[in-house]
């Protein structure tokens, strides 16, 4: 049975691969599976980890009026899939709508509790760090100097309360430079992320096919 699951997932993965090529049937075919077996995954996972424990189980288990409170969340989610059906999508937008509102109020706290707040603490530097050494103190303090430039320079970039000349112009052109070195730097990280991916994928086939 291992084997067999082995060379169906190398099957598959030279399908997807194909794609280098052109498009193809094969290609589609694992790209379709590919969606159909992940939904049904998600599907098979909500229902075991979220429904049922949380809201079947805890129906089952809660008495008095905690017990009916779960009706109101089951309700909304039976109203989630009226989109299905035209006629009553309409009733979709009110549980849609208090799901965004959630996670938009979730996510803001999250971005400036876990990103905002540590990045201006990250900021705060000293421009003269002093190191062990006078080597270790000169590449602190340059380091430092550097990152507060860049900040500076950045946000300068998104001024645009006044004309960018002078001053303002050579600081907003200084920030672009930052900004092109981090996007790069990011895109690079992906890059790599991708082809460790692909390595990972041809060291499986390699193996697959006795060649490694």
Not at 91 to 111: C, D, N
Not at 189 to 197: C, N, Q
Request: glycine letters at 10%; charged letters at 10%.
């Amino acid at each position: 049975m291992n084997l067999l699951g082995t060379w169906i997932a190398a099957g598959l993965t030279i399908a997807i691969l194909s794609f280098l090529y052109r498009d193809n049937p094969f290609y589609k075919f694992a790209e379709h599976l590919f969606v159909g077996v992940s939904a049904g995954y998600w599907v098979i996972y909500i229902w075991a980890f979220d429904v049922q424990p949380m809201l079947v189980d805890e129906f089952l288990r809660q008495v008095g009026i905690e017990k009916w409170l779960l009706v109101i969340p089951a309700v909304f989610g039976l109203m989630m899939m009226a989109r299905w059906f035209p006629a009553a999508a309409w009733v979709s937008r009110w549980p849609i709508s208090f799901t965004v509102g959630i996670a938009a109020g979730l996510a803001l706290t999250a971005q400036v509790q876990g990103y905002i707040i540590p990045q201006i603490q990250a900021t705060l530097l000293p421009v003269v760090s002093i190191g062990a050494t006078t080597a270790e103190t000169v590449g602190q303090s340059i380091n430092n100097i550097v990152i507060l430039v860049g900040v500076i320079c950045a946000l300068l970039y998104f001024y645009f309360s006044r004309e960018h000349k002078g001053a303002l112009k050579v600081g907003s052109k200084i920030g672009i430079v930052f900004l092109m070195i981090g996007f790069g730097a990011s895109f690079g990280y992906t890059v790599m992320a991708r082809i460790s991916l692909l390595i990972g994928r041809l060291t499986f086939l390699l193996q697959v096919f006795g060649l490694r």
